[in-house]
């Protein structure tokens, strides 16, 4: 189901920043099993942004899918489901 969803697209994409990233977790509706069409990610570690965006757009044209980011240190709520990638 990941394969089928992106998932391996978003991981290939920002392996090359896995020196600063510490994890990358799926939230929302993804975390859930569903799929609406818009993956919601939260990256944690110190990142570009700017640089972090350019590559979520090649991965959306890639994947049909549109990707709501966040940049953060590595803490998620207790109650929000999550999926960790890296």
Excluded: W
């Excluded at 290939?12 to 510490?22: H, K, Q, S, Y």
């Excluded at 990358?24 to 939260?42: F, K, N, R, S």
């Amino acid at each position: 189901m990941s394969k089928y969803l992106g998932v391996d697209q978003i991981v290939a994409e920002i392996e090359p920043m896995l020196e600063v990233v510490e994890a990358a977790y799926i939230i929302g509706d993804y975390a859930y099993g569903m799929d609406t069409g818009t993956i919601e990610l939260v990256i944690c570690g110190d990142l570009n942004q700017n640089k972090l965006g350019s590559l979520i757009k090649r991965v959306e044209s890639k994947i049909n899918r549109k990707i709501v980011f966040q940049i953060t240190s590595c803490f998620l709520p207790v109650n929000e489901a999550h999926l960790k990638l890296i």
